[in-house]
């Protein structure tokens, strides 16, 4: 099993809904390839 984990600040002009809408179609289009299994919530610091 393989975590990725990361921090990092969004741009100003970005919400963190887009921002959760993008990491799911992302992690959709993986998962069709079989690239990915799932991803975990996000959430803010």
Known sequence: M???R???DLKPK???EEFKQSLADYSAHM???DL???H???GLR
């Open 14 to 16: 970005h919400t963190i």
């Open 40 to 42: 975990s919530s996000i």
């Open 6 to 8: 990361t921090c990092f």
């Open 2 to 4: 393989f975590h990725m």
């Open 31 to 33: 998962h069709e390839l």
């Open 36 to 38: 990915v299994e799932a």
